[in-house]
């Protein structure tokens, strides 16, 4: 059987995650008229009123007809199930045009046969059914279900439901028999191994172009003004000069990476524009992640998780637009507020934004903090522009992301 609903995983306790139901009594059980349940008692009071009122034998007829319908239907929902449940997910997390299976294990657990019913088990929006035969005491029905990952999603898989009527759907009794599971569809992403996903990388710092008075990379000497540190006078240097000169050295800081990402629709001119964001997002995070660097990642106003990659891939399996009105200068505040102490500022956007606003957003990137935009476009050929401290980068397709990374740490 195959879902054709867009899928949502949860964490996994074991090799595989599985739900059991407890053996003999369910989590929820709902009975209640269906809606045209509810038009056939109505019709069966009615005819039995007004034919019984006015001597009207036929509506008497119908009415004791729609009364042994509406009795045998409620008879058909009574009783007690015995079933046992297992939903097991072959895997919680598959990248997008990977196909999701997981089986449906259904038990009688019960010492008598039970009736035929029909098992429910919703997939995100839609839902997925089938047939249960009649089972004997220990009889075992498996189901296998696959569920097309066309889409990034959080898809939830479940609770499983088995469900019990009459042909004529006048009555309708369910039965809960598992909690839901949750399925992460990954966004597509491409190996940056090789690649330096920041530019100042290194184990203790490396030197920037800011001056300090007191670091480990010499700079140059100055002349000596008061309230400077004695221990940086270069006294050689200053017995041939005569006059005190102190050394002056060149900041070095640990690689801090700001990864944001653009998530208000105005930014995109559609989804396929958006989801190579996503893709371009989640591929320099896992790499930065997998470098040990130390790395903010931001979508919106927001940051999202981003201890492991799996955690990274997990929250991005969600990330939606927000209808709100462009602003090119939004990522930039965000990086502002949430990352201020950053080294690099990687900024992926969508193409609507100009060129010239997103250099004009930049005024709000901390000072000493270099900022990179990369504008996705799909089927846009690779253009960089550098400025100082600042890169405008166009992407049109994320099998290119690497040479773009290349080209961007070789200025």
């Known amino acids: 059987m195959t879902v054709t609903d867009d899928a949502r995983p949860d964490r996994r306790t074991a090799a595989r995650h599985r739900v059991r139901a407890v053996r003999t009594a369910v989590s929820a059980r709902t009975g209640a008229l269906s809606g045209y349940g509810w038009v056939v008692l109505g019709s069966t009071l009615a005819a039995l009123v007004v034919g019984r009122r006015y001597g009207w034998e036929e509506l008497v007829v119908a009415g004791c007809v729609l009364t042994v319908a509406f009795v045998v239907a409620v008879l ?26 997981g089986t449906l294990v259904v038990r009688n657990d019960g010492r008598r046969r039970l009736l035929p019913a029909q098992i429910e088990l919703p997939v995100g929006a839609g839902s997925a059914s089938f047939a249960l035969p009649s089972m004997g005491p220990g009889a075992v029905h498996e189901e296998i279900f696959a569920i097309p990952t066309a889409r990034r999603a959080v898809v939830e898989v479940g609770p499983v439901r088995s469900v019990r009527g009459d042909p004529l759907g006048i009555a309708r009794r369910e039965m809960r028999w598992t909690d839901p599971v949750e399925l992460y569809v990954h966004p597509s992403t491409v190996s ?27 700079h140059a000497l100055r002349e000596y003004v008061p309230g400077d540190d004695r221990r940086n006078i270069h006294w050689r240097t200053s017995a041939r000069t005569g006059t005190l000169m102190v050394r002056q050295f060149e900041d070095t800081r640990r690689t801090h990476t700001a990864l944001a990402l653009a998530t208000e629709r105005p930014d995109y001119a ?6 190579l964001a996503v893709s371009t997002f989640a591929s320099i995070g896992v790499q930065v992640i997998r470098d040990a660097l130390e790395i903010t990642a931001i979508t919106g106003a927001s940051t999202v998780r981003s201890r492991t990659p799996r955690v990274l891939l997990d929250d991005c399996a969600g990330v939606a637009l927000a209808p709100k009105a462009p602003d090119a200068r939004a990522l930039a505040h965000s990086v502002a507020r949430l990352a201020p102490t950053a080294t690099l500022a990687l900024m992926v956007t969508g193409s609507v934004p100009s060129h010239s606003e997103l250099r004009a957003s930049a005024v709000h990137i901390p000072a000493g903090t270099r900022a990179v935009f990369v504008a996705c476009e799909p089927g ?29 740490v070789a200025q």
């Open 76 to 101: 058909m929902t009574v009783g007690r199930s015995s079933y046992a449940v297992d939903l097991d997910l072959a895997d919680e997390r598959v990248t997008v045009g990977q196909r999701a299976v």
């Open 192 to 218: 940056l191994a090789g690649t330096r996903a920041g530019v100042l990388r290194d184990l203790e710092g490396q030197a920037t172009r800011t001056v300090s008075d007191n670091d480990m990379s010499f």
């Open 270 to 275: 559609d989804d396929d524009e958006f989801e």
């Open 380 to 408: 846009a050929e690779i253009a960089l522009r550098t400025q100082g401290t600042l890169s405008v980068a166009t992407l049109g397709d994320i099998t290119e992301l690497p040479r773009l990374l290349r080209r961007l």
